[in-house]
């Protein structure tokens, strides 16, 4: 379980986090939605600490990591993260496999004489088994964001991050990305937490959907629970959010990327 209590992030004098708190508990997806440039993003990067808070506790399974200031303690609480980063973050001169195998050689105690054998299982399992000889720039917006999540899963972590999963991808990819999280949530029993501005992917996917607002989570409960809400906040998000999905379907963003 990881529990936020309190969690303050200042840029440049403003409160992009404000006593921001929240529990996320063991197996569930957990939603962060919000407007661009609200702080989805940062609150992830506070939870694996790539970015350190100002004030407030992250506990995760109890320990306060917010504090750590030790790179090899950091390392060792990394070890039960995976990150998909919103862009994908694959290295270009690597291969899909040895994108896969980076975080084994990096954040691991895996024998070397079983990478190829743990990427191989973890690209299988999101469609990508004959692709382990390409490089990124040969592959799809949607095949780029599967290496990264084979990538992401490949040390098996028992919690793991999504940063904006389905930017930048047509709908039928966006629906393959909701399949995969959901598949990863379920055959890994991995506790998963989504930051996303898709309102669409927030309602269909989550177990608890918090939303970011003035740097914090005043508006938390299941999607049921959400989308009957009477806050104004939650109203306007929701309208804004599925206007501009709709307007991007008309405008011809639909066709698959294979």
């Avoid at 991050?161 to 709908?171: A, R």
Wanted: charged share 25%.
């Amino acid at each position: 379980m990881i529990e936020i209590k309190n969690l303050t992030k200042i840029y440049n004098g403003k409160k992009v986090l404000d006593n921001a708190s929240a529990v996320i508990k063991d197996g569930e997806t957990f939603s962060v939605i919000g407007p661009s440039g609200c702080g989805k993003s940062t609150f992830l990067k506070c939870i694996i600490r790539l970015i350190k808070p100002e004030a407030g506790q992250i506990l995760v399974d109890g320990k306060n990591i917010a504090d750590i200031e030790n790179e090899l303690e950091l390392a060792r609480l990394r070890k039960d993260f995976g990150y998909l980063f919103q862009g994908g973050a694959l290295f270009d001169s690597l291969t899909v496999m040895e994108n896969v195998t980076f975080g084994l050689k990096h954040l691991s105690d895996i024998p070397k004489s079983e990478y190829a054998r743990i990427a191989r299982e973890k690209l299988a399992l999101v469609d990508l088994k004959d692709a382990e000889n390409l490089k990124p720039a040969e592959l799809s917006g949607g095949m780029k964001k599967r290496a990264a999540l084979a990538r992401a899963i490949a040390t098996e972590p028992k919690y793991i991050l999504y940063d904006e999963p389905t930017t930048g991808l047509d709908p039928i990819t966006t629906e393959m990305v909701q399949g995969l999280i959901a598949d990863m949530a379920a055959k890994l029993k991995i506790t998963s937490i989504v930051v996303t501005h898709d309102i669409r992917l927030a309602f269909n996917l989550s177990s608890r959907i918090a939303m970011l607002f003035n740097g914090n989570f005043d508006i938390t409960g299941t999607p049921d629970e959400l989308r009957a809400s009477k806050n104004p906040a939650v109203i306007k998000f929701t309208e804004e959010a599925l206007s501009s999905d709709s307007g991007s379907r008309k405008n011809g963003h639909s066709s698959p990327k294979k």
